[in-house]
Nanobody, 126 residues
Framework: EVQLQASGGGSVQAGGSLRLSCAAS????????IAWFRQAPGKEREGVSC????????FYTDSVKGRFTVVSDNAKNTVYLQMNNLKPEDTGVYYC???????????????????WGQGTQVTVSS
């Protein structure tokens, strides 16, 4: 059974930092792409970042480049999203998702992912 467990959300002021964790089980971690999506109230789910072992690449949506960093600890089957200099527009529920194959140009499409974890709330106040 595949399970993704997201954690690490919370409430911070603008300029603060949070580190989200996505612990995965039941998948071959080395051969999966793990992505972070977020959804703000009234908005569609948005791809934030992705790390792909097969592509040996990381991807970020433009609004978080230079502020967010995604890393993978394969020994722990865990992916981390370090979020610095947080802004109110980063507020939302953050989800991690896994896919066994990712095309580079489609990493931010939710439909490409087979498995989803529960969300963790991130709230950034101004």
């Amino acid at each position: 059974e595949v399970q993704l467990q997201a954690s690490g959300g919370g409430s911070v002021q603008a300029g603060g930092s949070l580190r989200l964790s996505c612990a995965a089980s039941g998948i071959d971690f080395d051969n999966y792409a793990i992505a972070w999506f977020r959804q703000a109230p009234g908005k569609e789910r948005e791809g934030v970042s992705c790390i792909s072992s097969s592509l040996r690449s990381t991807f970020y949506t433009d609004s978080v480049k230079g502020r967010f960093t995604v890393v993978s600890d394969n020994a722990k089957n865990t992916v981390y999203l370090q979020m610095n200099n947080l802004k109110p527009e980063d507020t939302g529920v953050y989800y991690c998702a896994a896919a066994n194959w990712i095309v580079e140009g489609l990493w931010d499409l939710a439909r490409e992912y087979n498995y989803w974890g529960q969300g963790t709330q991130v709230t950034v106040s101004s």
